[in-house]
């Protein structure tokens, strides 16, 4: 769910009106969607965008007729509906009743009521759940979406004294010190294997029947979702092979995006450690962002430094605390020689710290994808700095008179102006740039993003750009090859 909003949020992030933003975070979640709760999260943003198209105001009565609205999106989604997940939580909080004479926060106060009545129930609802002693995490973390809209729309925190313990984690740590093991082994006679959760995104596949869509996923895996939106079509399922699902995917239309995850290895490494912190130092709040989109950690530095104090690196370090299993490994990702020089000294201060030498954005977001949460410190180490050694990435910054663009490769000027982007096609091997991707710094603007990214298409057809906010103060522009 949080990686789903982070897509939502990013794809939002250059929307100028309250309608333009709700679309635009529809749409990035059905982009972004990750596992069952992600899909079905995604339909809530595509409801809230359908009721801010018809009413702009914010309203009880409002509100409650776009959560009956979700309900009805999320329960099509889904082929076999499950009481005891986010679906109950969501019902629930729809069947608040709301008039125009409501008071908001009345309103919102009984919706955060029943939401959190709801969770608590889960574990009666779902047998896997009573079995484990806990509560559904998807209902949870939509008990925390509706927490966020209290504090937006009222100013203020609601009471959450009470919620943490919905996810009994006092309990767990009193069974774990008493030695009576994890949730996942109060569970009786589990699956053997769980195989491949599969997110797919298809575009051009609006006139698609869902009815018939639905079977034939059925006929590949389990726990299936299809969720249209616009021109998009959002598939889940729990597969034991991706490819058939891939390829059924690509003739409905044209793939768009997909995430496969391998559940048992998520379920091995869940049973035998913590997964480690993947903690990147991101110059710049787009790029912290992105670093978040792929499961990492990000620290920013102080306004007009380079990187984070050693003060302030030392506190996010710290505030990860120790796991249920003990201290948290903490894999630290610099991006720059400036960031690796406060990271050095961070590693030389914190046991549980490892270093990647890594001297650039594109190396670190490399190594960042490369984080398998299955191996252990060493072998990440191993395959992070790996991937962080293969990564290909250029600079354009401003040149010190006369405001030119000039091209960076390996610490060597390549060209300035115009002849910028040819001689840095021209350094860049034809085998390492079918992606190029375009952070651009805090003092671009989205359209003059666009303009460079149409340039570098001009010049190099074949290329595919992205573009992505980063707002690194400098340089005007990283770019990662791929």
């Known amino acids: 769910m949080l990686a789903t909003l982070r897509r939502a949020l990013q794809h939002a992030d250059e929307a100028t009106t309250p309608v333009q933003a709700s679309q635009q975070l529809a749409v990035g979640a059905v982009l972004g969607a990750r596992g069952n709760s992600g899909v079905l999260l995604a339909q809530l943003l595509r409801a809230g965008a359908e ?7 914010p309203r009880p009565e409002s509100v409650a007729r776009m959560l009956r ?94 919620d943490t ?43 698609a029947n869902l009815e018939e869509v639905r079977r034939r996923v059925e006929q590949l895996g389990s726990s299936v979702l299809a969720a249209p939106a616009d021109d998009l079509l959002s598939l889940h399922a729990h597969v034991e092979d991706p490819g058939p699902l891939l390829a059924y995917a690509g003739q409905l239309g044209i793939v768009e995006r997909h995430e496969i995850t391998n559940i048992d290895s998520q379920t091995a490494a869940g049973e035998t450690a913590q997964r480690a912190v993947v903690l990147a130092l991101a110059p710049g709040a787009g790029l912290a962002a992105v670093f978040r989109s792929l499961g990492a950690e990000a620290v920013l530095p102080g306004a007009g430094l380079p990187a984070p104090t050693l003060g302030e690196l030392l506190r996010t370090i710290d505030g990860f605390g120790t796991g249920l299993g003990g201290s948290r490994e903490v894999l630290l990702l610099p991006g720059s020689a400036a960031a690796r020089v406060v990271a050095a000294e961070a590693a030389g201060q ?23 949460p299955e191996q252990g410190t060493a072998a990440n180490v191993e395959s992070m700095a790996a991937a962080a050694e293969a990564a290909s990435g250029a600079e354009l910054r401003r040149a010190p008179e006369g405001g030119e663009l000039q091209a960076w490769l390996g610490g060597r000027l390549l060209g300035t102006g115009e002849a910028a982007l040819p001689a840095l096609l021209a350094a860049v091997p034809e085998g390492q740039r079918d992606l190029a991707t375009l952070y651009y710094g805090a003092g671009v603007t989205q359209a003059e993003a666009h303009k460079l990214g149409a340039s570098f298409q001009a010049l190099a057809p074949g290329l595919e750009v992205e573009i992505l906010r980063g707002d690194q103060p400098e340089p005007a522009y990283i770019i990662a090859f791929e």
Do not use: K, M
Request: net charge negative; charged share 20%.
């Open 51 to 57: 009721a801010l198209e018809a009413d702009s105001e």
């Open 69 to 162: 609205r979700a309900v009805e999106l999320a329960y099509e989604a889904a082929s076999h509906p499950v009481e005891g997940t986010l679906l109950s939580v969501l019902r629930a909080a729809a069947d608040v009743p709301a008039s125009a004479s409501s008071a908001p926060d009345a309103y919102l106060l009984e919706l955060l009521w029943q939401a959190r009545a709801a969770v608590a129930r889960t574990p009666d609802q779902l047998a896997v759940l009573r079995q484990a002693q806990v509560v559904d995490a998807g209902g949870y973390g939509l008990l925390l979406v509706f927490r966020g809209w209290h504090r937006a729309w009222l100013d203020r925190d609601a009471d959450t004294s009470a």
């Open 165 to 207: 313990e919905l996810l009994g984690l006092v309990a767990l740590r009193q069974r774990l010190a008493a030695g009576h093991g994890h949730p996942s082994e109060l569970v009786a006679a589990p699956p053997a294997e769980y195989g491949y959760c599969v997110s797919v995104v298809v575009r051009g596949a609006a006139g």
């Open 350 to 372: 914190r046991a549980n710290v490892s270093l990647l030498a890594i001297e650039s954005i594109p190396a670190a977001i490399a190594a960042a994808l490369a984080y398998r």
